[in-house]
């Protein structure tokens, strides 16, 4: 009886096991079927359900947030259904006034004071010799100066002195202490007209001012900067109230891709648009600039341009400078996405009145890249004429020692001038044209 119940118990094991035994090949099978859908990377497992993993990422401020510019979109947009060749703003007053300078000193006079080879601190100190005013140097002064103060106020000798120093000074009455320091900052008051904020703007970025704080709302600009920066301002905002004219370029900027494998023939243009209306021809290192006349326009250029070529518009905007002052055309800045031409600046110094006993606008136009200067051109016009900048290659911006670029695709830069004329407040302000323009022109 015992090897019969062995037997049985056997088979029984072995009928236990065996759906056991199949469910575990199953369980295996459809483990396959669900690692065959998943990923390894680097030893990790990517699957639907996984999280991305990225790199960490350097403390830099992002693309996207380092262009944010509230006058961009005053830069960037041209209306060329609406442009005037000529402008009148009435002349606004501009201030500059120094921030920080701390409370006012105590009225008290000095007279026959003299001080030699002193640095402001030792001059000071000197002076305020018997008061209970200390003299505190922020910043360490190297500058001697020498000189005699007959009579005067308190305020006005502090002042004498640290101007002589290229110093700047701070009172603060509770503490009773002077401070000195090399670098100051300033709000600059800009009039209501914002072709004229723009021209100042641009005017201070061509003098290498980066550090410019603009408060769009009530017209205001802060800067700091030390002695020469002040001068620097102070000169440009004194010259910027004399001048009774500025100069402002509308500019489109365009990728030329020729149909065929043969560049662009720009001899075209003659018989297109007529001799007469290409006045000037100034070959530069690199490219061609031509100076037209007002029947040769945006429209009418890429319309030329359609052709023989595709045509894709880069960059659009504009800039105003002083007259006789420089500024510059950032195109990457007012670019709808990053190009290869993107790193080119168009950079214009130019000046409008007499020009051999005609008024004309004598500029020179520079193009700039990272890399140095690629072309520059002089260019003197009428108003009212435009220029065409041609024969520029692509390539000169390809980086690689291969690209997929054609070598006959062209950066082509159509630039407009206008005269903005300052006149005073009390006369109207408004664009010029017909008998008006002509009057002005013949002035």
């Known amino acids: 009886m015992k090897k019969i119940k062995l037997f049985i118990g056997a088979i029984l094991g072995a009928v236990i096991w065996l759906p056991m035994f199949g469910c575990a090949q199953m369980r295996d099978k459809n483990q396959e079927a669900a690692y065959d859908t998943v990923t390894v990377v680097e030893n990790f497992v990517i699957d639907e359900n996984s999280v991305p993993i990225f790199p960490k990422k350097a403390a830099l401020t992002t693309d996207t947030a380092r262009r944010f510019s509230i006058d961009l979109p005053k830069r960037c947009r041209v209306d060329w259904n609406n442009q005037s060749v000529v402008s009148v703003v009435p002349e606004e007053k501009i201030e500059i006034v120094r921030l920080g300078a701390g409370d006012p000193l105590p009225a008290l006079m000095v007279s026959d004071y003299e001080f030699s080879n002193k640095t402001v601190k030792q001059a000071l100190e000197k002076l305020m010799d018997g008061t209970d005013i200390d003299i505190i140097e922020d910043d360490a002064q190297i500058e001697k100066i020498t000189g005699t103060i007959q009579s005067g106020t308190l305020a006005d000798a502090v002042e004498l002195m640290t101007k002589m120093g290229r110093t700047y000074y701070s009172y603060d009455a509770a503490?009773?202490?002077?401070?000195?320091?090399?670098?100051?900052?300033?709000?600059?008051?800009?009039?209501?007209?914002?072709?004229?904020?723009?021209?100042?703007?641009?005017?201070?970025?061509?003098?290498?001012?980066?550090?410019?704080?603009?408060?769009?709302?009530?017209?205001?600009?802060?800067?700091?900067?030390?002695?020469?920066?002040?001068?620097?301002?102070?000169?440009?905002i004194a010259d910027v109230s004399s001048k009774k004219y500025m100069l402002a370029w509308d500019i489109d900027v365009y990728r030329v891709y020729p149909r065929t494998d043969n560049p662009i023939v720009w001899m075209n243009m003659l018989p297109a648009f007529g001799e007469n209306n290409i006045k000037m021809s100034i070959p530069g290192v690199v490219g061609r600039a031509l100076v037209v006349s007002p029947e040769i326009n945006t429209k009418t250029l890429q319309e030329f341009l359609y052709q023989q070529a595709n045509v894709v518009l880069i960059s659009q905007g504009t800039f105003v400078i002083p007259n006789g002052w420089q500024s510059r055309f950032d195109i990457g800045q007012c670019s709808k996405e990053d190009r290869l031409e993107t790193d080119l600046i168009v950079g214009a110094t130019a000046k409008y009145g007499d020009y051999g006993g005609q008024k004309k606008i004598d500029a020179k136009i520079v193009l700039r890249t990272s890399a140095g200067e690629l072309s520059s051109f002089n260019i003197p016009s009428n108003v009212g004429d435009n220029y065409v900048i041609i024969g520029i290659p692509t390539h000169s911006f390809v980086t690689t020692p291969e690209t997929l670029i054609s070598p006959f695709a062209e950066l082509v830069v159509f630039m407009s001038p206008r005269v903005i004329s300052i006149v005073d407040a009390d006369q109207n302000a408004a664009p010029l044209a017909g008998d008006a323009l002509r009057a002005f022109l013949s002035e």
């Open 175 to 236: 503490s009773g202490e002077l401070h000195l320091d090399n670098r100051a900052k300033w709000l600059v008051k800009m009039p209501r007209d914002e072709s004229i904020i723009m021209a100042l703007l641009d005017a201070m970025r061509g003098a290498d001012l980066r550090n410019l704080l603009v408060d769009w709302s009530d017209k205001t600009v802060t800067f700091e900067g030390n002695y020469q920066t002040e001068r620097e301002v102070a000169r440009l």
